[in-house]
């Protein structure tokens, strides 16, 4: 692979961590902005396994507007055990027009959600660099 593959790799790594963290944001200000608001409680976690290890995603069970009663996994899972236990009242934000579609309130990772942004800015940056000294 030549410095200009190896740029390119490097740029679309810090593309997709800034996406990744982008579409949580992104899903988190929406339904902020435009979802409803429902109480809920932690039901379970599930677990789940991956190449980058183990993680803990509360299922909760909330009640919509319309009295319709979700259970749904979350889709931000932590790598350790959380402190949304089983029982843990927690608030959910959800889209009425698909109430499955959901994020617990204070649980969205908005802080560690801008690092990845950050993160995948600057390694985008440096691929972008590195492709403009081997091109010049």
Same mark, same amino acid.
């Given at each position: 692979m030549g410095p200009e593959q190896g $740029? =390119? /790799?490097?740029? $679309?790594?810090g593309l997709i961590f800034g996406a990744v963290g982008g579409t949580i944001l992104f899903k988190t200000h929406w339904l902020r902005r435009h979802g409803a608001r429902a109480c809920?409680? #932690?039901v379970r976690l599930a677990r789940s396994s991956?190449? /980058?290890g183990t993680s803990y995603h509360p299922v909760v069970q909330y009640t919509t507007g319309n009295g319709r009663t979700m259970e749904v996994r979350s889709s931000l899972g932590k790598s350790r055990r959380t402190s949304l236990h089983p029982g843990t009242p927690v608030t959910i934000l959800y889209d009425p027009a698909k109430p499955q579609r959901m994020a617990i309130d204070g649980y969205s990772g908005g802080g560690?959600? #801008?690092?990845?942004? =950050?993160?995948? $800015? #600057? =390694?985008?940056?440096m691929g972008l660099r590195i492709l403009l000294s081997t091109v010049a």
């Amino acid at each position: 692979m030549g410095p200009e593959q190896g $740029a =390119i /790799s490097i740029m $679309a790594f810090g593309l997709i961590f800034g996406a990744v963290g982008g579409t949580i944001l992104f899903k988190t200000h929406w339904l902020r902005r435009h979802g409803a608001r429902a109480c809920g409680t #932690v039901v379970r976690l599930a677990r789940s396994s991956g190449e /980058s290890g183990t993680s803990y995603h509360p299922v909760v069970q909330y009640t919509t507007g319309n009295g319709r009663t979700m259970e749904v996994r979350s889709s931000l899972g932590k790598s350790r055990r959380t402190s949304l236990h089983p029982g843990t009242p927690v608030t959910i934000l959800y889209d009425p027009a698909k109430p499955q579609r959901m994020a617990i309130d204070g649980y969205s990772g908005g802080g560690s959600m #801008v690092v990845f942004c =950050i993160f995948g $800015a #600057v =390694i985008f940056v440096m691929g972008l660099r590195i492709l403009l000294s081997t091109v010049a």
